[in-house]
């Protein structure tokens, strides 16, 4: 068993992008009382559409999110962004992490697919291009 599986939660961590990175529309942004005791304070909370999983905004990727969609969070609804590992340094350690990536994803394509061609049940099928929100791994 993965010790990290005995203690899931509604938030994102770096082991949920599985060292890739992840392209996720947003939805909304709350401000919710995140922590305990004297470590208790008010964050931004971005949640996406197509998971449940939601990310705790830190002033890093906030200001990232502000510099690609504008510093009005109703504005952010069904913008895409980019989820990335990262190695930070924090309190004199290097962590792994997430960052929003600088970059705006391509946009998604403007009309449904054509229907794809019949598939041989034997013939091995890629996936989807990796990265994209069509196949959320949490």
Aim: charged letters at 30%.
């Amino acid at each position: 068993m993965n010790i990290k599986t005995a203690f899931p939660s509604e938030f994102l961590r770096v082991e949920d992008l599985n060292g890739k990175p992840v392209t996720l529309v947003m939805d909304s942004v709350e401000i919710r009382e995140i922590g305990q005791g004297k470590d208790k304070e008010q964050k931004p909370i971005l949640s996406f559409r197509k998971t449940e999983k939601k990310m705790v905004l830190n002033v890093t990727n906030s200001n990232t999110i502000a510099s690609l969609y504008g510093d009005e969070t109703d504005t952010w609804s069904g913008q895409r962004i980019t989820l990335v590992p990262r190695e930070v340094e924090y309190q004199g350690r290097m962590v792994w992490a997430i960052r929003v990536s600088l970059q705006k994803p391509a946009a998604g394509p403007a009309k449904a697919p054509a229907e794809p061609p019949p598939v041989d049940p034997d013939e091995h099928v890629p996936e989807g291009p990796e990265g994209e929100d069509s196949e959320v791994p949490f």
